[in-house]
Structure formats: C-alpha cells, structure tokens
C-alpha cells in the first residue's frame, strides 16, 4: 500500500507561487496515475491535476489551467504541483492520491494534506 505524505503549503500572497511535494512510499507509485486535489471549507475534495504513471499524460481543472503544473519523478517517489498566479480561491488543503488513470477518480489512501492559504 502507497503511503503519501504532502508538504509545501503556507501563506503567500495573491499572485505568489507555491511548490507543492508528496513523497510516496510503496512499490507501486511507479506504476500509478497520481492527482491532486483540493478542499476548501464547505466544500467537496475536487481534483485539480493528474499525470499517467509515465509523466506522459496531464490533466487540469479549467479553474487551473495554465497557473499550475504536475509533474513527476518516478526515481524519487515524488509527485508535485507548481502552482502560479496563486488566487485567493486556490486557498484549500491540498492532497494527493493514487488515481484511475482514465477515471482521475481516486483509489488510494489520503494523506494528511498540506493547507494553502492565499491572501488577495
């Protein structure tokens, strides 16, 4: 079983960035499509981006489209989220999961998360 751990989060003003990390352990993170995703208060966790185990293949939700960026590297365990021009609707808790990789519908286990807050 994937165990994931996130990091990166904090404070930042509108138009700032944050580098988003999660560190998986578990031999099957190589061989799994990953997502993050994000809940703010009152709200449902909605996926925000998600990459094929190979790098190869990306999604975005439009609301992020073209400001973040998911990556991978499969050597390190590590998945992460470049996320630019930061609004103060991107504040949530950020998570990230193993994922089907034609549904982007979550089938792992959950990390603590890591909280963004974006001050306008």
């Known amino acids: 079983q994937v165990q994931l751990v996130e990091s990166g989060g904090g404070l930042v003003q509108a138009g700032g960035s944050l580098r988003l990390s999660c560190a998986a352990s578990?031999?099957?993170?190589?061989?799994?499509?990953m997502g993050w995703f994000r809940q703010a208060p009152g709200k449902e966790r909605d996926v925000v981006a998600a990459?094929?185990?190979?790098?190869?293949?990306?999604y975005y939700a439009d609301s992020v489209k073209g400001r973040f960026t998911i990556s991978r590297d499969n050597a390190k365990n590590t998945v992460y989220l470049q996320m630019n021009s930061l609004k103060p609707e991107d504040t949530a808790v950020y998570y990230c999961?193993?994922?089907?990789?034609?549904?982007?519908?979550?089938?792992?286990?959950w990390g603590q998360g890591t909280q963004v807050t974006v001050s306008s």
């Open positions: 990459i094929r185990r190979s790098g190869g293949i990306t």
């Open positions: 999961t193993r994922i089907g990789s034609s549904t982007r519908a979550p089938i792992g286990s």
């Open positions: 578990g031999r099957t993170f190589s061989s799994s499509a």
